[in-house]
């Protein structure tokens, strides 16, 4: 139960009950009494003194622990005197009218017990209101909420915006390709990546196979001979 406005509406019911309690007793304690002003006033005055100090107890908060039980003593003689008085007199009253013995000595403690009841639930409702409001008086107050627009709302322009819009387009553009530029030219290693050469690959012999060793062969035989060939031509002309 942390709805203060729930407990607010359950206190003003408990206080009405409270108040229903004190009203029967003093309604006995009156019809007791004699049938004379002072008399009934003084026989009235017990149960409306204990209302009075239970309101008083709910609604004004104390923050010295002494004086909280000093008020909690008082209220307790006050609500044993009004109980005593109201006891004798309901009981007198419940017998004048008919009421055999043994509900003239219990009808009083119903009527004492209602009270006792609603008085501490009133005690009780009162601190636990008083604590929710401290509690809530304590946090931040929160700010405006900001709406935030939805990025797949477009937005409803008019033959006005349209053209705004479209004037706007070529201004647009021009300046994501001012900023689009020097971001071009501040990357230094896009030149690198790109002018980059790579080394050219090493030219390795193929090793020999079986077909290219008669070739090798027939230019080694030729190489030989050449020589002899020669030397005969040289000897034929010299003769």
């Given at each position: 139960m942390n709805n203060p406005t729930h407990l607010r509406r359950i206190r003003w019911i408990v206080r009405l009950t409270l108040v229903l309690g004190v009203?029967?007793?003093?309604?006995?304690?009156?019809?007791?009494?004699?049938?004379?002003?002072?008399?009934?006033?003084?026989?009235?005055w017990p149960p409306l003194a204990l209302l009075l100090t239970v309101e008083l107890i709910s609604r004004v908060p104390v923050h010295h622990r002494g004086l909280a039980g000093a008020r909690v003593c008082a209220a307790a003689v006050i609500a044993a005197i009004a109980a005593w008085v109201s006891y004798w007199h309901m009981a007198?009253?419940?017998?004048?009218?008919g009421e055999s013995p043994a509900s003239a000595q219990l009808m009083p403690i119903s009527v004492d017990g209602l009270i006792v009841v609603a008085s501490i639930s009133l005690v009780e409702l009162a601190g636990r209101i008083r604590a929710l409001d401290t509690a809530a008086a304590s946090m931040p107050p929160a700010g405006p909420a900001h709406a935030t627009p939805?990025?797949?709302?477009?937005?409803?322009?008019?033959?006005?915006?349209?053209?705004?819009?479209?004037?706007?387009?070529?201004?647009?553009?021009?300046?994501?390709?001012?900023?689009?530029?020097?971001a071009r030219k501040a990357n230094p290693t896009s030149k690198t990546t790109t002018t980059s050469k790579t080394p050219p690959a090493r030219k390795t012999a193929a090793p020999a196979t079986a077909d290219t060793q008669p070739a090798n062969a027939v230019t080694a035989d030729t190489a030989q001979t050449q020589p002899d060939t020669e030397k005969t031509l040289t000897a034929a002309t010299s003769r």
């Open positions: 009203a029967a007793s003093i309604a006995a304690n009156v019809l007791h009494a004699r049938d004379n002003l002072i008399s009934q006033t003084i026989a009235a007198g009253v419940t017998a004048r009218y939805s990025p797949t709302a477009a937005p409803l322009l008019g033959p006005a915006g349209a053209e705004d819009t479209a004037a706007a387009a070529p201004a647009k553009k021009a300046r994501r390709a001012r900023t689009a530029t020097p």
